[in-house]
C-alpha cells in the first residue's frame, strides 16, 4: 500500500510530521464511495488551526490537521459520476452532503448529514466530523461531485496556484464577510484583523468596489502587509481610539460595513491590548458600524475554550454589549463560510486578473517537513499565509 504523512496536532505548541495510514474511500464504518482520494497540490495552515495548537480547543492528541486542500484527483469511488481521476479541484473546507436540507439552501457550513455531534463538519477539525486532515501528502473527500471546484485546463491553474490555493477557505471567507457585512461600490468599510482572513476580505472589499477599506490590527508588520495593497491602516494598540483613528482617515468616526476577521481570541484595545478580551472586536465593531449598517463575523467564536480567562468565557459565554447593536439595527451574519457559494467566481477573477489575493496575503510556500516550523513562525505573527506544497509540485512549476 502506498504511504502518506501528515501533519498531527500533539500538545498544545506541539505540531509533528507523522507517518499515517494512505486513505481510503470510508471513515470508519462509513463508506465513502462517493469520495475521491487526492494527490494534494497545496494545503494551508490557518488561524483556524492555531485555535487547536494554541490548546485553546479541545482538539485531541494526534488529530492530523489541514483543512484548505487543492490536489489532483488520484482515484474516483464506484459512486463519483462527474469528478474523474486527473481532475485538478479545490475543496471547500466544509464537507457537504448536497442531500440535506441545509445543502439543498447553499447552507453548505451546517450539513446535517456529516457530523453526529452538530451541524457542519470540516477536515482536520476538533467536533467538525473525525474527518482526516489534509496537511498531508493524500486526503479523502467525501461526496466529491457535489463538493469539488474543477480548475478548468490544469497547466494554467499551476501558474495560478499560490492565489487558487486561496479558494478553499480564506478568499470566499473574507469574501463572504464583506458581502454579508454590505459590502459594495464606494463603501467605507473596517476590517478587524490583519491576519491571512482579514487581508483576503480586504482585497475582496477591493473587488466588490470599497471607496476606502481600513484594516485595524496590532501587529506592525500584518499593517505594513495591509497598507501595501491600498488598505488605509488602525493600530488597535494605540491610545487613540478605533474611531478616532478612523475620524482622521475618512473625516467621520464610522463606517458603512464592518467585518470581524480576529475571533475569540481578540486582544483589547488601547492599554487592552496586552491582554485578551474576547468580545473586544464585536464591540467596537457595532460601536463604529452606521446604524443601518451590518457586521459580518467570519471570525471564530466557540461553544468550549478550555484556555479562556473566565468561566463564563470557557463555555463561550462572552460579554457582548446587544443593546447597542440593537439600537443601531445591526444586521450580524455569523458562522462558517459556505465556500461553495463563492468559489467558483473567485475562481473566475484570479484566472482572469480580478484579484491577487496571493501578493495580498503574502502566500509563503513551504515542505511538509517545513510545516511544524511555519506554525511556530505563523504564531508569532508573521505577515504571510503558509501553504504546503507536500510533493514539490509548486516549487517544480
Ligand atoms: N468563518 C469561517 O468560515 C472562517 C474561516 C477561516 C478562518 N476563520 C477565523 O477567522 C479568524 C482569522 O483567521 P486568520 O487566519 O486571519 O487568523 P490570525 O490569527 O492569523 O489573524 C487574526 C489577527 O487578528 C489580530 N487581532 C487580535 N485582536 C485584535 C483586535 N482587537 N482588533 C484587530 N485585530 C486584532 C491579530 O493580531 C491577528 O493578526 C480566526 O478566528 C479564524 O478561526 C473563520
Ligand atoms: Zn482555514
Ligand atoms: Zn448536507
Known amino acids: 500500500m502506498a504511504s502518506n504523512r501528515g501533519l498531527a496536532y500533539m500538545e498544545p505548541g506541539r505540531v509533528e510530521v507523522q507517518s499515517i495510514d494512505f486513505p481510503k474511500l470510508a471513515l470508519g464504518n462509513r463508506k465513502c464511495d462517493h469520495g475521491v482520494i487526492l494527490k494534494i497540490v497545496s494545503t494551508n495552515i490557518c488561524g483556524s488551526d492555531q485555535h487547536m495548537v494554541r490548546g485553546r480547543t479541545t482538539a485531541p492528541r494526534g488529530l492530523i490537521l489541514g483543512h484548505e486542500i487543492t490536489g489532483e484527483v488520484i482515484e474516483a469511488g464506484r459512486d463519483v459520476e462527474f469528478i ?29 448529514n456529516v457530523n453526529p455531534a452538530r451541524p457542519g463538519a470540516a477536515y482536520g477539525y476538533v467536533d467538525m466530523g473525525g474527518w482526516v486532515g489534509g496537511q498531508a501528502e493524500y486526503v479523502m473527500v467525501p461526496y466529491a461531485d457535489f463538493n469539488l471546484l474543477k480548475f478548468p485546463d490544469k497547466a494554467q491553474a499551476m501558474e495560478k496556484i499560490r492565489d487558487l490555493t486561496c479558494l478553499s477557505d480564506i478568499l470566499p471567507t473574507g469574501y463572504h464577510g464583506a458581502v454579508t457585512a454590505g459590502v459594495g461600490t464606494g463603501s467605507i468599510v473596517y476590517v478587524a484583523g490583519a491576519g491571512p482572513v482579514g487581508l483576503a476580505c480586504a482585497a475582496a472589499c477591493h473587488l466588490l468596489g470599497a471607496a476606502c477599506v481600513i484594516v485595524g490590527d496590532l501587529n506592525p ?9 491600498g488598505c488605509e491602516t488602525v493600530d488597535v494598540s494605540r ?10 482617515i475618512v473625516g467621520a468616526p464610522e463606517v458603512d ?141
Not at 481521476?85 to 450539513?111: H, M, Q, W, Y
Not at 508588520?221 to 495593497?229: K, T, V
Not at 491610545?239 to 482622521?248: G, M, R, V, W, Y
Request: contains cysteine; glycine residues 12%; hydrophobic residues 40%.
Open 221 to 229: 508588520e500584518r499593517l505594513a502587509q495591509a497598507r501595501s495593497f
Open 84 to 112: 474523474k481521476t486527473g481532475d485538478l479541484v479545490s475543496v471547500p473546507f466544509n464537507i457537504a452532503c448536497g442531500r440535506c436540507r441545509n445543502c439543498k439552501e447553499g447552507k453548505t457550513g451546517i450539513c446535517l
Open 257 to 397: 460595513c464592518a467585518v470581524d476577521c480576529v475571533g475569540f481570541e481578540a486582544r483589547g484595545h488601547g492599554e487592552d491590548a496586552r491582554k485578551e478580551v474576547p468580545a473586544a472586536v464585536l464591540n467596537s465593531l457595532m460601536g463604529i458600524a452606521r446604524a443601518g449598517g451590518a457586521i459580518g463575523i467570519p471570525g471564530l467564536y466557540v461553544t468550549e475554550d478550555p484556555g479562556a480567562l473566565d468561566e463564563r468565557a470557557k463555555l463561550g459565554n462572552l460579554t457582548i454589549r446587544i443593546g447597542l447593536g440593537w439600537a443601531k439595527s445591526h444586521v450580524f451574519t455569523t458562522g462558517q463560510c459556505p465556500v461553495m457559494k463563492y468559489n467558483r467566481q473567485l475562481m473566475q477573477a484570479i484566472l482572469y486578473g480580478k484579484i491577487q489575493v496571493a501578493k495580498a496575503v503574502n502566500v509563503t510556500v513551504i515542505s511538509l517537513d517545513q510545516g511544524p516550523q511555519g506554525y511556530k513562525d505563523f504564531d508569532k505573527g508573521a505577515a504571510r499565509k503558509f501553504v504546503i506544497d507536500p510533493h514539490g509540485s509548486i516549487s517544480k512549476n
Open 239 to 248: 491610545s487613540a481610539s478605533i474611531a478616532e483613528q478612523i475620524d482622521n
